[in-house]
């Protein structure tokens, strides 16, 4: 089964500091990219950042990290200065390149920053 | 900026009745999924649909559920006949088909069935 397991219901960080979210996966594919989708408060789902299973190289968005370990099916999440706005529900997903292109998300991280 | 609009924002409706969510994907996007969340839980898939026809769907996509693309413009969500666990937020979102695969979503339809 092709399951995406994030271990973290919940999480807290002061603001300016870091934070690492967790996430693995489960497949025997080879070919998958693997996302990280920020839900804040108003629900819509905002891409955070993108990683190609091909690439060795970490993804970065500006304040946004990932630690990708292929053989050890892990992709966590780093936030660097750690904003107010950064509250939210955190949704790490995976997709296949073949087939229907469909996501499986994983349970989500309920991400508090603190004042 | 293109974006996956989603209408209505919230529908209440009763045990038993028809509802049917709409959206309108991005134009030139080729690939478009319902995904359903209920609340505080994750979000999951319930169908794809590309080339006029749904090329997979869930556990969760029984009988009582169908998709139509009834115009080129609109994808609708049709639940025939509403049950208290239907209650959830359902998300569209749509993918042009090319290699970033990032799915584009809409803002969700809180759906409440009472």
């Known amino acids: 089964a092709q399951t995406v397991t994030q271990s973290q219901p919940e999480m807290s960080v ?43 190289q970490n993804a970065t968005e500006n304040r946004f990290s990932v630690n990708f370990q292929k053989a050890a099916k892990s992709f966590s999440l780093k936030i660097s200065d750690s904003q107010l706005g950064d509250t939210a529900m955190y949704f790490c997903a995976l997709l296949f390149t073949s087939g229907t292109y469909k996501y499986i998300f994983g349970t989500g991280t309920r991400l508090k920053v603190l004042a | 900026e293109p974006e996956v609009t989603q209408t209505p924002s919230h529908q209440v409706t009763q045990m038993g009745q028809e509802v049917i969510l709409r959206c309108v994907p991005i134009s030139n996007h080729l690939y478009f999924y319902w995904y359903r969340q209920i609340l505080g ?23 009582q559920f169908s998709v139509e693309r009834p115009d080129g413009s609109n994808f609708t969500l049709k639940i025939r006949s509403t049950k208290l666990e239907d209650s959830a937020m359902y998300f569209c979102a749509s993918f042009p088909g090319t290699r970033s695969y990032e799915q584009y979503f809409g803002p969700g339809t809180r759906l409440t069935v009472t």
């Open chain 1, 14 to 56: 002061q603001e300016a500091e870091t934070v690492t979210l967790s996430c693995t996966y489960d497949t025997s594919e080879n070919n998958y990219y693997l996302f990280w989708y920020k839900q804040p408060p108003s629900r819509q789902m905002i891409l955070v950042i993108r990683q190609e299973a091909y690439k060795q």
């Open chain 2, 41 to 63: 839980q994750k979000v999951e898939f319930l169908v794809s649909f590309y080339n006029n026809e749904i090329s997979e769907k869930s556990e969760i996509f029984d009988d």
